[in-house]
């Protein structure tokens, strides 16, 4: 088992056993079997082969104590009550100790409350058949310290035991932070992409219907008025180079990193800005501010822009060219409103963006982020109307 960085010897120690711990209960079981067969065969008055193999026989199913302990303990059970045939008690009855110790440790409760009650059944048993010669003093005192050593044996299995159910919900708790890390990430992640769609979705649909307005009037402007072509080519031309640059910083965003610098994002100030473009590609529009102007957080400045800004697109789609704009930016006491109304008298007037479209999706879900509203729908008489409130932050 390769070790991690930064671990010390006693870390990389304890990890290889729990790695091994099968080899290193078979090796120690074979070990122990081997000297208590010694020892028992050679200190045993008479019986001497028997002894030294009931020894081997409670030792050996120690190598598979942590595999299968309930397994190891009844076969460590049935050779340790072998020992009433035996002349004296078998060196082997370490192993009933560590059975018990795995038993409490490793095997399911009733397993190892079972193996409690046999080790407590067993120490008067033992008593009585090697100690009785002795004295009723010594049978008493014998069975106490086999039932003690065997309580202390389960008593140190069961902290074992303590210790592994802490160590596996450790284990788990790590686990589910790092799903929950992961799962955070993925939806962060999900939400910049839709973030970002929504910007491009701005730009892109913005930049393009004023291109396209442009171009479709200057087509009919060329013949008649070659310097209102001109105009209207200058017009696109600055309306493509805007869009470049804000597809640029928009794009900047997925590759950004320490250091980088890019142009500030638009903000409610500049309303007055995007409709004097949208005003110079040839739609008649207004625009109306009340109210002393707040300082807003960039993201929600950002929003209002994006919300009139995706509004005076649909206008420029489907409202037709004939139609008249206005917007009006309130600058209320608890919230900014906005509201863009058209009268929808061009040809075009009747097509108007589906209420489940990108860019009303869009907008209601940007307003949503900062606990604001928008509504939008056809006005009585023609035309549209979308109207949006941004709370201030508290």
């Known amino acids: 088992m390769p070790s991690e960085p930064g671990q010390n010897v006693f870390d990389r120690v304890v990890g290889w056993t729990r790695a091994n711990s099968l080899l290193l209960d078979g090796l120690g079981a074979v070990l122990l079997a081997g000297l208590a067969g010694l ?92 100690f009785t010669t002795a004295g009723l003093a010594s049978v008493v005192v014998g069975a106490a310290f086999i039932a003690l050593t065997v309580v202390v044996s389960w008593a140190l299995g069961s902290l074992r035991r303590a210790q592994r159910q802490n160590e596996l919900a450790l284990v788990e708790r790590a686990r589910l932070l790092e799903n929950e890390r992961e799962n955070e990430s993925r939806m962060a992640a999900t939400a910049e992409r839709q973030r970002i769609a929504r910007e491009m979705h701005d730009v892109v649909a913005h930049s393009l219907s004023v291109i396209i307005a442009q171009a479709d009037g200057g087509r009919y402007a060329a013949a008649a008025d070659p310097q209102a072509a001109v105009r209207v080519l200058e017009t696109i031309s600055g309306t493509g180079r805007q869009a470049l640059t804000d597809m640029r910083n928009l794009l900047g965003v997925l590759r950004s990193g320490p250091g980088d610098e890019r142009a500030p994002q638009p903000d409610a100030t500049m309303i007055g800005d995007l409709v004097e473009q949208v005003r110079s590609s040839g739609l008649e529009v207004t625009a109306e501010v009340s109210g002393a102007a707040r ?100």
């Open 39 to 130: 020892f028992s065969a050679g200190d045993s008055t008479g019986g001497g082969l028997f002894a030294g193999l009931l020894a081997v026989a409670m030792c050996l199913p120690l190598a598979v104590r942590r595999r299968f302990p309930e397994v190891s303990g009844g076969l460590v059970a049935a050779a340790g009550l072998l020992q009433v045939l035996a002349p004296s008690p078998s060196f082997g009855n370490v192993a009933v100790l560590i059975a018990v110790y795995s038993l409490a440790a490793y095997a399911r409760r009733w397993a190892a409350l079972g193996g409690l009650g046999l080790g407590l059944f067993g120490a008067p048993v033992c008593a009585l058949r090697f």
């Open 295 to 394: 300082d807003l957080p960039p993201a929600m400045g950002l929003a209002a822009y994006r919300i009139v800004q995706e509004s005076l697109t649909n206008v420029l789609k489907h409202a037709g060219p004939a139609a008249r704009t206005q917007v009006r930016v309130r600058w209320d006491h608890d919230a900014l409103r906005l509201r863009v109304d058209d009268d929808g008298r061009g040809a075009a007037s009747m097509v108007r963006p589906s209420p489940g479209g990108q860019g009303l999706v869009g907008m209601a879900e940007r307003a949503k982020l900062h606990g604001g509203t928008v509504t939008s729908g056809p006005r009585a008489g023609g035309g549209f109307s979308v109207s949006a409130t941004l709370p201030y932050s508290s």
